[in-house]
């Protein structure tokens, strides 16, 4: 079955230590972006990925890493979060940056305390 | 910058029609998007229309395109329980830009 994974899907951590969201395609998609989702503000792109070792950022990278090592995986790395960072985390996949569908992962609800 | 705006609520009654509108400001959007979000769920494609359609009908989906006011609207024939969440708009010009979505809420 083609799909997105994220880990985990819920995560409750403490200001300023690190953690680390996986994401993983199947479908050898090329590529792979992470948003936020915050009510009242839709989804906003945090960084982008259109192949591997080629990552770009979108428009809220502050706080936020990726890697792109490997075609199938995209995780999402914050190394000193805070609690503005607290949000609905989704992962999306697609052939290319112009293809039609973009699928995406079951979301990540992360709580900064 | 680009920009794509939804109102953030519609409620309706079982067996009614709804209409959610989203405006957008990138014209050269070459793709519009309706995604679905259910409770805790990801979001899923729901349908999309070219820029150069002003109409395109899928089952119980209408969705129609007025491409000189900017104006996408999303139509659920005979709207279901089943229908409630979240629905979002979305164009894609160079990068995929989401509205800030519509709950919406049928009542039985």
């Known amino acids: ?113 | 910058g680009e920009d794509v705006e939804q109102s953030l609520f519609l409620s309706v009654r079982e067996g009614d029609s709804s209409v959610i509108n989203c405006t957008y400001t990138d014209s050269s959007s070459t793709y519009l998007y309706w995604y679905k979000q259910e409770p805790g769920a990801g979001l899923q494609l729901l349908t999309y229309i070219f820029s150069n359609m002003d109409m395109k009908q899928d089952q119980r989906l209408t969705v129609l395109l007025n491409k000189k006011d900017k104006h996408l609207s999303l139509r659920i024939a005979d709207t279901q329980t089943g229908d409630s969440a979240i629905y979002f708009c979305a164009e894609k010009g160079g990068k995929l830009i989401f509205g800030q979505g519509t709950e919406l809420s049928v009542k039985p």
Not at chain 1, 27 to 44: K, V
Not at chain 1, 82 to 98: E, G, K, M
Request: aromatic letters at 12%.
């Open chain 1, 1 to 113: 079955e083609a799909q997105v994974t994220q880990n985990p899907r819920y995560l409750i951590t403490v200001t300023g230590k690190k953690l680390t969201v996986t994401c993983s395609q199947n479908m050898n998609h090329e590529y792979m972006s992470w948003y936020r989702q915050d009510p009242g503000l839709g989804l906003r792109q945090i960084y982008y990925s259109m192949n591997v070792e080629v990552t770009d950022k979108g428009d809220v990278p502050e706080g936020y890493k990726v890697s792109r090592k490997e075609k199938r995986n995209f995780p999402l790395i914050l190394e000193s979060p805070s609690p503005n960072q607290t949000s609905l985390y989704f992962c999306a996949s697609s052939w290319d940056r112009v293809d039609t569908e973009a699928f995406f992962g079951q979301g990540t609800r992360l709580t900064v305390v």
